[in-house]
């Protein structure tokens, strides 16, 4: 691609003292001590315990590179923003084709066409949706519908499901379901009802008062990956509509062709009044978000000339987001990402699932499309019994950490736990997954499950190892915060 002759020349002029990948090599190692003075140091500590301090150099597609060019697997996408894979070209040609043009670009007292092309294309897979509000993230998307449900209701209360996962910021957090987010952050948002998820005469009860605006659920939750029975969405999409109470799918994480359909829950033939989406629309490169709605609520929070900026954010349809948003749809498209995802998905869960027939410790396999969860649980046989209560007693979860680590460090795998003490390894792989992968899958987890079933094995060792390191960085950390208070006091 050509850039105008102005702008080469700009960059060309600004190369020598402004370039930001020699930046990044340059200083990439000190990435851990920066963090560490500067950032969230907990997060650097987390990483060193558990391995996870290699300092990624390049990622392409599913493949993430080390220093030495050593190339893993990730099975995280970034949370799953990186649907379409990381860097790839369409969507880099789309962007540096918007950063190369003079395009005029969030002039606010206009309205961006390139918005308009993105709602149009994002409309044409929910034909029964009309409106779409851009959000700069997934909890502004958690935020802007839990207002709009609000205004086009007249009702104030938000009903929300135990594990749910909404984002973090006041409204999103005030609808989560694990306590160890919310805690020392109150209060949070009044007339916010938690129910049990998966059950809809719970759900019945919650409504029954009619004064629910909305009921914000994600159709497969991400923290744990638990899928409803077949009958729960229809049947909550059911119940809203009698207590009138609208229902809002967030598709945040399972959206965009994840689970092997464009939303998941057209698994199960239902039609939410709204729907949220955001990560895989990004591209993996420019933040976005959006909000799907029915005409008749846009009516209620639009609803005269006075008011056409009430709910309204700088950013949100600025050009990068948007052309990153029409390229990945495009590539969804074109390279049939959806369908990948169902095919390699259904190999997977049958490769896991025949795992699961001779691991004891595999309590149960479950997913849709490339969104799978492998829960581990009490083993049956004494010895290996008492390993994992001596882990479980150490910290709860623990184990699945046990499972990730040598994934990482012997089979360059990266994986994440689903959640907080939880006993289940999540994958959440780019779409653009291979066959290859799925092998290298299968005989990285067949392996490291194997040997987590040998007593004693590398993997029970290894709890040991963190557990007295873990014991130790708290006991220095103690020592320290009571030398540090002695000398302040
Ligand atoms: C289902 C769901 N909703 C909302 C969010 C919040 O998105 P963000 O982190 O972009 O605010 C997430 C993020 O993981 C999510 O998984």
Not at 204 to 219: D, G, I, K, S, T
Not at 246 to 256: F, K, P, S, W
Not at 464 to 472: D, I, N, Q, V
Request: proline residues 4%; aromatic residues 8%; hydrophobic residues 45%.
């Amino acid at each position: 691609m050509t850039l105008p002759p102005g702008l080469s020349s700009q960059l060309e002029a600004s190369k020598p003292d402004f370039d930001i990948v020699s930046l990044f090599s340059t200083r990439e190692a000190e990435r851990y001590s920066l963090h560490s003075q500067y950032m969230n140091e907990m997060m650097v500590r987390v990483l060193r315990t558990i391995g996870y301090d290699i300092g990624f150099c390049r990622g392409h597609g599913q493949y993430l590179f080390d220093r030495a060019g050593e190339q893993y697997l990730d099975l995280l996408s970034g949370w799953g923003v990186f649907g379409i894979g990381r860097n790839h070209p369409r969507l880099r040609q789309a962007l540096t084709s918007v950063l190369a043009s003079d395009l005029p670009n969030l002039v606010q007292m206009d309205v961006s066409p390139l918005a308009g092309i993105l709602a149009e294309r994002l409309l044409h897979h929910l034909p029964y949706m009309d409106k779409v509000c851009f959000t700069n993230s997934g909890a502004e998307a958690v935020e802007t519908a839990m207002k709009f449900a609000r205004k086009a209701t007249g009702r104030a209360g938000i009903v929300y499901c135990t594990h749910g996962f909404h984002g973090l910021s006041y409204g999103a957090l005030s609808l989560n379901g694990d306590r160890v987010f919310r805690d020392g952050f109150g209060p949070l948002l009044p007339d916010c009802v938690q129910i049990p998820f998966n059950d809809l005469e719970a759900l019945e009860r919650a409504l029954a008062c009619r004064r629910m605006a909305a009921f914000v659920v994600e159709p497969i939750q991400g923290k744990g990956v638990n899928l409803p029975d077949d009958d729960y969405l229809a049947g909550a999409r059911e119940l809203c509509h009698r207590e009138g109470t609208l229902l809002i799918a967030d598709e945040i994480q399972t959206g965009l062709g994840r689970t092997g359909r464009f939303l998941a829950v057209e698994h199960w033939d239902v039609e939410p009044d709204m729907v949220l989406i955001s990560k895989t629309l990004s591209g993996g490169h420019v933040p976005v978000g959006a909000v799907l709605a029915r005409r008749g609520i846009f009516e209620k929070v639009f609803d005269s000339m006075e008011r056409a900026v009430v709910h309204n954010l700088t950013f949100a349809a600025n050009d990068l987001a948007m052309a990153a948003g029409i390229a990945t749809l495009e590539v969804l498209e074109s390279e049939r990402l959806m369908q990948n995802a169902l095919r390699l998905g259904a190999r997977l869960l049958a490769a896991f699932e025949a795992m699961a027939s001779h691991f004891e410790m595999i309590k149960t396999v479950r997913g849709k499309g490339l969104f799978i969860g492998i829960e581990f649980g009490q083993p049956h046989s004494l010895k290996l019994r008492a390993g994992w209560e001596l882990i479980e007693a150490i910290s709860s979860g623990l184990f699945c950490q046990l499972i990730c680590i040598p994934l990482l460090k012997d089979h360059r795998v990266l994986v994440q736990v689903a959640g907080h003490a939880s006993h289940t390894v999540k994958l959440l792989p780019a779409l653009v997954l291979n066959d290859e992968d799925c092998d290298w899958i299968k005989r990285s987890f067949e392996t490291v499950i194997a040997d987590s079933h040998r007593v004693p094995g590398g993997i029970w060792t290894l709890g040991k190892a963190l557990a007295e390191g873990t014991r130790k960085a708290m006991a220095h950390r103690y020592s320290y915060s009571r030398e540090s208070n002695h000398h302040s006091s």
